[in-house]
């Protein structure tokens, strides 16, 4: 069984965990670095990314999520989460993201969206102030699009998407993150 990490420090990072749960893996909240140690994967959930990078810097856990990264452990952001991968952040993933991209809270909705990588009818993802990729380097792949912007992308073991399959209760997002987590553990 895998143990993967949710980054809890804001966000709704009990919705990930209990899709986690559901799949079949074992979850542990990440507060302090001493919570990355053992996983086996790690999500960032979304919330708010200005109160998640404060969080971070206070519990100094910017160092070891990128080492964390780094040594190739897999990573899921949503969206805030995809915003704290991103080079003016984290600096784990090879792109920018524009934040509230979409518009404000009440310009927040819901559509039916084809992910490559994921079989089946389209999932439907609900976008709440969510972000974009504004800029992305060569090896990010896009994944996803609305309107031509890219909302899910993949570099390696990095998969981000600026929308919350754990309040539609879309289980493939969180089941490609756990397929990638078994692909690159040894055995």
């Known amino acids: ?19 986690l749960r559901e799949l079949g893996a074992e979850v542990r909240e990440v507060r302090v670095p001493a919570d990355l140690i053992g996983l086996d994967g790690l999500v960032i959930p979304g919330g708010e990314s200005t109160t998640m990078t ?4 206070r519990e100094d856990l910017a160092e070891p999520l990128r080492r964390l990264a780094a040594a190739g452990t897999p990573v899921l952001g949503t969206c805030a989460g995809m915003i704290m991968l991103d080079r003016a952040h984290l600096g ?3 792109w920018e993201c524009e934040r509230n991209a979409f518009g404000r809270q009440i310009r927040s909705f819901e559509t039916d969206l084809e992910v490559d990588g994921i079989d089946g ?9 969510a972000p974009w990729v504004a800029e992305r380097g060569p090896g990010v792949k ?21 929308f919350h399959p754990e309040l539609t209760g879309e289980p493939r997002v969180h089941g490609m993150f756990l397929r990638m987590v078994d692909a690159s553990s040894p055995g």
């Not at 069984?1 to 899709?19: C, E, K, P, R, T």
């Not at 389209?122 to 102030?129: D, G, H, K, T, V």
Request: hydrophobic share 60%.
């Open 121 to 129: 009818d389209p999932i439907r993802a609900m976008f709440i102030r």
């Open 92 to 94: 784990i993933g090879d």
């Open 54 to 57: 404060l969080g971070v810097a």
């Open 1 to 19: 069984m895998a143990l993967i990490g949710v980054l809890a420090l804001q966000g709704d990072f009990a919705a990930h965990g209990a899709m």
């Open 142 to 162: 896009v994944l996803a699009q609305v309107d031509g912007h890219p909302v899910a992308v993949r570099e390696g073991a990095v998969l981000a998407v600026a």
